[in-house]
């Protein structure tokens, strides 16, 4: 696949890019060469190839998923005008 002129400049319109006439050749070469690139990876035989997230094998950190209060209560409501075991007192909107 190739980029026309049209194209480099329907695309810089999409993308929002002011494109001057003097820099469309090269844009055109520019995307040639990516779509090439993209074309030449599609060749490559991934059968078989397990996806991974990193080069190296490791397993993610994890932590242990437990409930708690944070223990830190007191300093969450020390700045509320009103409060009651730990928990910010409102004032009732619906009757």
């Known amino acids: 696949m190739s980029v026309d002129a049209t194209t480099v400049r329907r695309i810089a319109h999409l993308a929002r890019i002011a494109v001057s006439d003097a820099e469309v050749p090269h844009l055109q070469g520019e995307l040639n060469a990516i779509l090439a690139f993209v074309e030449q990876l599609s060749e ?14 490791m397993e993610m950190k994890k932590r242990p998923d437990v409930v708690n209060d944070g223990e830190i209560a007191e300093i969450v409501v020390r700045n509320a005008p009103d409060t009651a075991e730990h928990f910010f007192v409102v004032p009732k909107v619906i009757e």
């Not at 490559?44 to 190296?56: D, H, I, R």
């Open 44 to 57: 490559v035989n991934v059968e078989g190839v397990e996806p991974m997230t990193s080069v190296m094998p």
